[in-house]
């Protein structure tokens, strides 16, 4: 195994049915960052092995594994899962101006008016909305919280996301988690 593959592996693609009888297969991307995809690209799958790309569109949803150019060929790879690291997302996938990688919101400690709610489980989207699911301090659970609540990962609700310090600071969550 390549020494790209060695941290956790993120989920980003899944390979569908034949199309045709040249090798083209369906293709199922299941992250923001469809880019990563091009000819020539080399991911990590479910079987612990690595793949090529050797013809990418994005038009049509369709890929062709490189060196494979039969359907008998291309079947084998029916339903096979791509992955990729965070350092190899970090590098090939381009944030706009306060954006963040989720898995860099995981983690992170939630803070509303200096008091600390919780730290972030994982972050969900529900329908076109992103939310952060925050596993509720162990103080406030005791004092009757939920043990886990959504908070909306946008504005007004975000004040300020520091992901070095591992810190968002929100505005109106201890409302939520009083609701929940």
Known sequence: MSNQFKEPRLHIATIGKTVGIKGDMKFHIDCDFPEQFQNNSTFLTNKNNSI??????????????????????????????LYTTREETRKNCHLEEGEFFWFDLEDCEVHEDGKLLGVVNEVERITISNYLNVKTNDELVEKGSAKNFLIPFHKPFILNTDIDKKIITVSGAMDILEAS
């Open 52 to 81: 090529t790309l050797g013809h990418v569109n994005h038009e049509r949803g369709i890929i062709k594994i490189a060196g494979v150019n039969t359907i008998e060929d291309a079947k084998k790879f029916t339903n096979v899962k």
